[in-house]
């Protein structure tokens, strides 16, 4: 489009009181391209607001720059439809963290509105990516008590939905309970079991197609346009989705491997599983000679929190082991029930139905390690703890034990189905004529399971810890979100937890899946950019096909096709960056975002010939916050950093370095989330991807003949907000101890 500029300053929050007004506006005229500059005591009024509309609507202004306050807060009032907006932020970066009216300051406004007006002439308005054709069925893997809700909740909504379990009934777990923990307040009292009454609501649902032993065989496509396989007893059926959710259940952890507890030796060891079939079939009665069971112990954490079994909390086995407790007790008011426990924890409002059980006069709960099981007299068990609350070892005889054994995902791949599936692979490999390797293990990730993608980055989703094995959800910032771009997680393939919380997850996974296929037909990105529709766009023609876009996408965005070429399904991407900054040849780009872009606002700084420039490239989803955060709080830092937002340090291309170097600029810091096992990077690992690029910056400065330690990246958690002005101020230190920039010469 044809572009007429309109420059917009604002005077209010302390603007006017620290910089000369007057000398910004000359910063404007000086740009050939803006015949409309105006100032405005509050821009966000609605006399401000009325200013900017009307030159839109009278005088044609389409490109909007609004010099006032952060790009994060007021972007309701400052979007205009059908208009370019670029924003500078001359509040908290200059008016609430710089000393008023001298130089310095005067000279970092002027820069801030140099390098906008540089980017809105860069810009264009966004043409989204639109399929020509869109399915809006969810697809549903898993029909337990988290897929059958997740399948309501979508389906009530208005939504087609395709749910595929693979065993002949639905229900999963919960319909092997004997009663179900309460579900509403006051969480007092277990009650009948609820999952008939979802199953029949999903198999009498219109808008639902249930398959029951069903397995998917295959998954290609892309948000909007799932081509979906289903493996049925009739045979193979082909289905089409615009979303999936994977609910794919649980199982208890392997029992025979707990044989210091008396499991697989004793048949009066049972586990917490076992205990619902028995209290299905009546009286609590024990394995060995069918006598009634009246005094049973519960073993709780029994492979959890053990780095040699599960290393953690399932969160629901405390939970279970007191609704079995109710069971003894109910069934046989004169029977005692004891839970013997590491740590109990109840979440959330259990902790009321925990309180219930504490005040059961038949119920002893004591806090101590488990030793041993061994066999007394009369085929009863003893059972020792250590470390208790007496203070002392104690021994309990109990008539059964009953082990609370934990929740293993059912997308984790145990060792030996790994080494299964090792053997059918050299097999295979043998007779095709190629030579195993023994010593080479099958990646878990490459082991058919259960979604089946055809995805050049593995069959199945990424999982947060191959010892967990839950698959990964970037949970610190968005749950049900996975590293597969319209694909999510919910219950307990995402983390363990309990019936209602499972309930709970599944609707907002239906939700999510909503989302993603409403922002997928409109041409929007999905989390965390939700209001861009921009996309990356490729200039093939200088491609050299290196293929780092397709290994550093970090949701599988990019594939190849059959010479190599990559190539983007633009409905996978959530528009990071991270292939801008991958990209050694600087083909790819977005409308508001590019290469070139970031160049010319570099060089439209006013580089002195004494003094330092330096700029901070920072992360728009951690750290400008961060920096946001501490302008609220009036810290100050040093006005020779000019910041600059980046959609994640992931954009970090090592062009942007040497064109900033090679203009003068003295050096640059980086701010991002950290990385590493506890990453906090919205787009996974955009930080960490631009500390490896900085691996390859001595070669680059050498050419230069500059120092690397001018180029410095800073990890940052969101609220560390209040250690930005220190860790600023010794970056700064440092840059004045080295000599200046030789290129500011020229």
């Not at 639905?170 to 079991?193: R, T």
């Not at 009665?285 to 492979?303: L, M, N, T, Y």
């Not at 906090?680 to 001595?698: M, Y």
Request: proline letters at 5%; charged letters at 25%.
């Amino acid at each position: 489009m044809e572009k007429k500029y309109g420059v917009y300053i604002c005077k209010g929050c302390e603007i006017a009181d620290t910089v000369e007004i007057e000398k910004l506006e000359e910063v404007a005229a000086k740009e050939k391209q803006i015949p409309v500059c105006k100032t405005h005591d509050a821009l966000c009024s609605p006399e401000g607001l009325d200013l900017i509309k009307n030159d839109i609507s009278g005088e044609g202004v389409n490109t909007v720059v609004v010099a006032a306050c952060s790009p994060r807060v007021k972007y309701k009032e400052f979007s205009f439809n059908g208009s370019i907006v670029e924003r500078i932020n001359l509040r908290e970066f200059v008016a609430w963290t710089q000393e008023p009216k001298t130089e310095d300051t005067q000279a970092l406004a002027e820069d801030y509105m140099r390098m906008g007006i540089t980017k809105a002439q860069h810009t264009e308005l966004p043409e989204p990516f639109m399929l020509e054709e869109i399915d809006k069925a969810v697809l549903v893997v898993g029909g337990g008590i988290t897929g059958m809700t997740s399948a309501l909740g979508a389906a009530e909504a208005g939504y087609n939905v395709i749910l595929v379990e693979k065993q002949a009934e639905l229900g999963g777990w919960a319909a092997k309970m004997h009663k179900q923990l309460p579900q509403s307040y006051p969480f007092e009292s277990i009650e009948e079991p609820t999952i008939k009454a979802t199953i029949d609501k999903v198999t009498s649902h219109s808008n639902i197609k249930v398959y029951t032993s069903s397995e998917i065989e295959k998954i290609a496509g892309f948000p909007g346009q799932y081509d979906v396989s289903i493996k049925t007893n009739g045979g193979p059926e082909q289905a089409k989705a615009g979303a999936v959710i994977m609910a794919a259940g649980w199982r208890p952890y392997d029992a025979n491997k707990l044989e210091h507890l008396g499991y697989g030796t004793n048949p009066n060891v049972i586990t917490n599983v076992q205990m619902e079939e028995i209290a299905s079939s009546g009286k609590i009665i024990r394995p060995s000679d069918g006598r009634e069971a009246k005094k049973v112990a519960f073993i709780q954490c029994a492979g959890s929190r053990d780095p040699g079994h599960l290393p953690y909390c399932s969160s629901y086995c405390c939970l279970t082991s007191l609704k079995q407790a109710k069971y003894v007790r109910e069934k046989n008011p004169d029977a005692m029930a004891y839970i013997l426990y590491k740590d109990m924890r109840t979440p959330g409002q259990y902790e009321l139905f925990y309180k219930s059980m504490q005040n059961d006069p038949g119920v002893m709960l004591t806090k101590g390690e488990v030793t041993g099981v061994s066999e007394a007299s009369d085929g009863n068990l003893y059972v020792d703890l250590k470390d208790t609350f007496l203070g002392e070892n104690i021994r309990i005889e109990a008539d059964m034990v009953v082990l609370a054994t934990g929740m293993v995902p059912n997308t984790k791949i145990d060792a030996e189905v790994l080494a299964e599936w090792k053997t059918k692979f050299d097999e295979e490999l043998k007779a095709s004529g190629g030579k195993p390797d023994p010593n080479a293990p099958l990646e878990p990730h490459k082991v058919p399971n259960i979604l089946n993608l055809e995805y050049k980055q593995g069959p199945e989703l990424p999982v947060l810890d191959e010892a967990y094995g839950f698959n990964e959800s970037n949970y610190i910032c968005f749950q049900y979100e996975t590293r597969r771009t319209g694909i999510y997680t919910a219950g307990s393939v995402r983390q363990p937890m309990h019936m209602l919380g499972s309930i709970e997850d599944a609707l907002g996974a239906s939700l999510k899946a909503i989302q993603c296929i409403e922002a997928t037909a409109k041409g929007f990105s999905v989390h965390p950019r939700a209001w861009d529709q921009t996309y990356p766009e490729v200039n093939l023609q200088k491609c050299t096909s290196c293929k780092r876009c397709t290994e550093e996408c970090p949701f599988g965005a990019i594939e190849e096709d059959e010479k190599g070429t990559p190539f983007h399904k633009m409905s996978r991407c959530r528009r990071c960056g991270t292939c801008l900054g991958s990209c050694p040849e600087r083909v790819i780009n977005f409308k508001d975002f590019s290469i070139g872009m970031m160049s010319s606002m570099f060089k439209a700084m006013d580089v002195p010939d004494e003094g330092l420039r330096l700029i901070g490239l920072v992360c728009e989803n951690d750290a400008y916050p961060a920096l946001d955060a501490a302008a609220i709080n009036r810290e100050k830092w040093s006005n020779a950093i000019r910041f600059i937002p980046v959609r994640c340090l992931g954009n970090l291309n090592l062009a942007w370095i040497a064109d900033a170097l090679s203009s003068g600029i003295d050096g640059m810091v980086l701010i991002g989330c950290k990385f590493g096992e506890n990453y906090q990077c919205h787009f996974v690992k955009g930080s960490e991807l631009a500390n490896e690029r900085l691996g390859k910056l001595q070669e680059t400065l050498g050419r230069l003949q500059l120092e690397p330690e001018r180029v410095e990246l800073i990890q940052l958690s969101i609220q560390d907000y209040d250690k930005l002005p220190e860790i600023l101020a010794e970056y700064v230190e440092k840059l004045e101890e080295m000599e200046p920039n030789p290129f500011k010469e020229f």
